[in-house]
């Protein structure tokens, strides 16, 4: 899509569409940064769906692989009212809410029956809480598993990052690799492909889904994934812009909120078996697949504690009750 129609596309805002019956539909501009077919466009184009059958005149138009918006774009147009719906890693907006890096801590999540109690914890609370003061509200939740892959060495332990050029999800992940010996290089998961094939990066980590959509197998020689000690955790939310939302009738804020709970509980049945997925597709193109053993696991939490945890308790206003409120989830 060339830049201009980009532009034009990105100030309309919500728009009504005039029928023969003078009845007007209201659309909503829905951005995400994942190809097509990826679980997170399937929750987003559930959801336009959904809204579809309820027959509130109300539209969903989905715009898939930053097709409508760059990956790390989206959160600020969202909040100033120029994108109505985003699917976004919630941390790439921890620039502007630094609160936001504690939805991609280093052992903070686990496996995915945890990830679910943390929807309904105060730690999640606490979080939409900045999500709502900064104009944008929660459509459905969704926490996804990731892994490491490397075409250099596989990393399991923390020294295994020695010496290696990385892409960490987030800054959090970022300073505790950066702790064991890595050098960092960042960017979108989007860019992981190219920068391997190119030489810039000896691996990255990312979540399972955007190691599958992104054919980043084919750039690895070794997958570390998620196993029983996922690392690598983070939340993905779908949101709605709140001046947006503040424009629709009741019957489409219910239509729109029903079809987010039914993309959410869509993705939970889905989350555990992209994790098989990625690990069978993996395997399908000769790639190495490890796991990290409940050592490994114990050995980059010290690592994080003294790096990724210091530095956000220290760094952020309530940056410690956030992580006392989600290690407090049994």
């Avoid at 709502?132 to 939740?141: I, T």
Wanted: with cysteine; aromatic share 8%.
């Amino acid at each position: 899509m060339k830049t201009s129609l980009k532009i034009a596309l990105a100030t309309l805002g919500l728009s009504a569409v005039v029928g023969g019956n003078a009845a007007a539909e209201t659309t909503l501009r829905a951005s995400h940064q994942f190809p097509k077919g990826d679980v997170r466009d399937k929750m987003v184009q559930m959801i336009a769906d959904e809204v579809a059958k309820a027959d509130v005149d109300l539209k969903v138009q989905v715009y898939p692989a930053e097709s409508l918006f760059g990956a790390k774009e989206q959160w600020s147009a969202l909040v100033r009212g120029r994108l109505d719906m985003t699917a976004l890693p919630l941390d790439y907006a921890s620039g502007r809410h630094p609160e936001f890096s504690a939805t991609l801590m280093p052992g903070l999540v686990r496996n995915h029956d945890r990830a679910q109690r943390l929807n309904d914890s105060q730690f999640m609370d606490m979080i939409k809480t900045v999500i709502n003061d900064a104009g944008a509200r929660v459509l459905s939740d969704a926490w996804l598993a990731g892994g490491f892959v490397s075409d250099k060495q596989c990393i399991t332990s923390p020294e295994t990052v020695e010496g290696q050029t990385l892409r960490a999800a987030g800054p959090a992940f970022e300073e505790m690799l950066a702790s064991a010996g890595a050098s960092i290089a960042s960017m979108s998961s989007s860019e992981i492909y190219t920068a391997m094939q190119t030489g810039v990066l000896d691996g990255a980590n990312t979540s399972s889904g955007s190691l599958v959509s992104y054919r980043i197998f084919e750039q690895a020689d070794c997958l570390t994934a998620p196993g029983e000690n996922a690392l690598w955790f983070m939340y993905e939310p779908i949101m709605v812009s709140e001046q947006s939302w503040q424009k629709l009738d009741e019957k489409q804020q219910q239509a729109l909120t029903d079809a987010g709970e039914k993309a959410e509980a869509y993705f939970a049945k889905q989350a555990a078996d992209l994790d098989q997925e990625l690990v069978d597709v993996y395997k399908e193109h000769d790639v190495e697949v490890v796991t990290m053993s409940p050592e490994d696991f114990q050995a980059w939490l010290d690592v994080a504690k003294q790096s990724a945890y210091k530095s956000f308790a220290e760094k952020v206003p309530n940056g410690q009750q956030l992580i006392d409120a989600a290690l407090a989830v049994d």
